[in-house]
């Protein structure tokens, strides 16, 4: 499998403490990731110890408070760590979004006793985290989840299946949105479940596409008990939770997708640069240039919206169109950009002596996650029809 060193970005940072935070991201990426992704993604090896790694130099929470033992970083940083640690493995950096996601419940909602309690474990860079929103029946339809969860004395006895869930089986901890009372969107509540509760399990994993180091699987809850005092937010606010959770969720999902995207125009203007047809690069044939110079513009578009809507949110102003905007834009560049890369290639990108094959496969999965492309069009299509 041929692997070429993360080529440093040119980006606009905020400090000087950002940019040595990236260059730590990329030197991690080159010394941690790069060597065993191809290995781990053939044989569907959990890199744990890659988290524990990446959580020891602060990359798990990146913009939490630091108060809790968060990094206190704006989004428009973490976002760009999130990028150059997709550029190099999506399983990574997909993993450290979905671990962000799941801390967002408690660190944005909690009471202030449960945040002292628990956010410091689960930023500490030991822990690792899940998000468990959908479930067989219900995926995009989120308001109609049937996990439930019954009030017994002082625990909530939660019944039910997730699935989807990325970490499904290896977290420490999840953040589980379930039913404590009427149907729709007001009967959904928020727990945080210990990743060790009894009566709750995990299928074995899903059989994927891509991402096969990454575990992705059903939860079963069988009357598995949950404290009352984890209960995060009140009763019936726990679809406002999880909305919320989605829009910054969805920015780091386009942040990947520019990473993976990224990686894989790096990789295709190398072999265009060396592989030589009559007589001279390819590089130098005006179709394949102009192929190369629109994945090039299509990257830098995506980069600056997903830039843009993060710094909104970093501004506390409204961001949730923007974000979906992100999303639909940076998932649909990465499935266009990875498939040039292929064909840029020719036969060496339909075989495993490259990675372009599996940055394509990697780039499908993420326009479904956390809301299709067909729901991002819902939400920006509502957003500017509204009164």
């Known amino acids: 499998m041929t692997t070429s060193p993360v080529k440093a970005v040119d980006r606009q940072l905020p400090s000087e403490e950002a940019r040595e935070l990236l260059g730590l991201t990329r030197e991690l990426v080159q010394r941690e990731l790069l060597p065993r992704a191809a290995e781990d993604e053939a044989t569907g090896r959990f890199p744990r110890e890659v988290f524990r790694t990446l959580g020891a130099a602060g990359l798990l929470s990146l913009p939490y408070d630091e108060k809790y033992g968060g990094g206190d970083q704006p989004y428009e940083v973490y976002l760009q760590v999130l990028e150059e640690l997709s550029a190099g493995w999506l399983a990574v950096g997909l993993g450290v979004s979905v671990h962000t996601l799941s801390c967002h419940a408690l660190a944005t909602f909690g009471t202030e006793e449960q945040r002292a309690e628990w956010l410091p474990g689960m930023l500490s860079g030991d822990?690792?985290?899940?998000?468990?929103?959908?479930?067989?029946?219900?995926?995009?339809?989120?308001?109609?989840?049937?996990?439930?969860?019954?009030?017994?004395?002082?625990?909530?006895?939660?019944?039910?299946?997730?699935?989807?869930?990325?970490?499904?089986?290896?977290?420490?901890?999840?953040?589980?949105?379930?039913?404590?009372?009427?149907?729709?969107?007001?009967?959904?509540?928020?727990?945080?479940?210990?990743?060790?509760?009894?009566?709750?399990?995990?299928?074995?994993?899903?059989?994927?596409?891509?991402?096969?180091?990454?575990?992705?699987?059903?939860?079963?809850?069988?009357?598995?008990?949950?404290?009352?005092?984890?209960?995060?937010?009140?009763?019936?606010?726990?679809?406002?939770?999880?909305?919320?959770?989605?829009?910054?969720?969805?920015?780091?999902?386009?942040?990947?997708?520019?990473?993976?995207?990224?990686?894989?125009?790096?990789?295709?203007?190398?072999?265009?640069?060396?592989?030589?047809?009559?007589?001279?690069?390819?590089?130098?044939?005006?179709?394949?240039?102009?192929?190369?110079?629109?994945?090039?513009?299509?990257?830098?578009?995506?980069?600056?919206?997903?830039?843009?809507?993060?710094?909104?949110?970093?501004?506390?102003?409204?961001?949730?169109?923007?974000?979906?905007?992100?999303?639909?834009?940076?998932?649909?560049?990465?499935?266009?950009?990875?498939?040039?890369a292929v064909q840029v290639l020719g036969g060496y990108g339909y075989t495993q002596d490259f990675p372009a094959e599996r940055y394509m496969r990697e780039a499908k999965v993420l326009q479904i996650v956390e809301g299709t492309n067909q729901i991002q069009r819902l939400v920006i299509g509502r957003h500017l029809t509204k009164g």
């Open 127 to 340: 822990q690792l985290g899940a998000y468990c929103l959908s479930e067989p029946q219900s995926g995009s339809d989120a308001a109609a989840l049937r996990t439930r969860a019954d009030l017994d004395g002082d625990d909530y006895v939660v019944s039910g299946t997730k699935a989807w869930i990325t970490h499904g089986g290896q977290a420490d901890f999840y953040s589980a949105l379930v039913r404590t009372g009427e149907p729709g969107a007001r009967g959904i509540s928020c727990l945080l479940v210990p990743g060790g509760a009894a009566g709750l399990s995990a299928a074995p994993p899903e059989q994927k596409m891509g991402m096969r180091s990454s575990p992705t699987a059903q939860l079963h809850f069988d009357g598995a008990r949950v404290p009352r005092e984890r209960l995060i937010g009140t009763e019936g606010q726990g679809f406002q939770i999880a909305l919320a959770a989605l829009d910054s969720g969805r920015l780091g999902i386009a942040a990947c997708a520019i990473g993976v995207a990224q990686a894989a125009l790096d990789l295709a203007v190398d072999y265009a640069r060396t592989r030589r047809q009559f007589g001279r690069p390819i590089a130098d044939f005006q179709g394949l240039s102009f192929m190369l110079a629109d994945m090039a513009t299509q990257i830098e578009a995506g980069r600056s919206l997903y830039l843009s809507a993060a710094r909104l949110r970093d501004a506390g102003r409204p961001f949730s169109k923007e974000a979906a905007m992100a999303k639909l834009f940076c998932t649909d560049t990465v499935m266009r950009v990875t498939t040039d």
